[in-house]
């Protein structure tokens, strides 16, 4: 079935910059909104950015200025774009994607770890 797979995440020293990527795979017959969201150890998941088919974007206050969300509708792929990161930015970062197939629903990815430290 679907599968969402995330990319790009790892290690980088505060103040640094990382891309995330998420591409979607199978049978997909629409992909409507995609977001970014991510969890802390102790802290509940969090929506980080949110772009529409329309490519209408919202953004966390937290990374308002900071990162950037992209979409490639031909390659079913979203992406994250983090500069200027904090160590509060660590976190295990999901991708979410409102897909239809012969119904329509979220799917998650499996996450990617973004660790921000010196």
């Known amino acids: 079935q679907v599968q969402l797979v995330e990319s790009g995440g790892g290690l980088v020293q505060p103040g640094g910059s990382l891309r995330l990527s998420c591409a979607a795979s199978?049978?997909?017959?629409?992909?409507?909104?995609m977001g970014w969201y991510r969890q802390a150890p102790g802290n509940q998941r969090e929506l980080v950015a949110l772009?529409?088919?329309?490519?209408?974007?919202n953004y966390a206050d937290s990374v308002k200025g900071r990162f950037t969300i992209s979409r490639d509708n031909a390659k079913k792929t979203v992406y994250l774009q983090m500069n200027s990161v904090k160590p509060e930015d660590t976190a295990v970062y999901y991708c979410?994607?409102?897909?239809?197939?012969?119904?329509?629903?979220?799917?998650w990815g499996q996450g990617t770890q973004v660790t921000v430290s010196s």
């Open positions: 199978g049978v997909i017959f629409s992909i409507n909104a």
């Open positions: 979410k994607g409102d897909i239809g197939r012969w119904d329509r629903r979220d799917y």
């Open positions: 772009i529409t088919s329309g490519g209408r974007i």
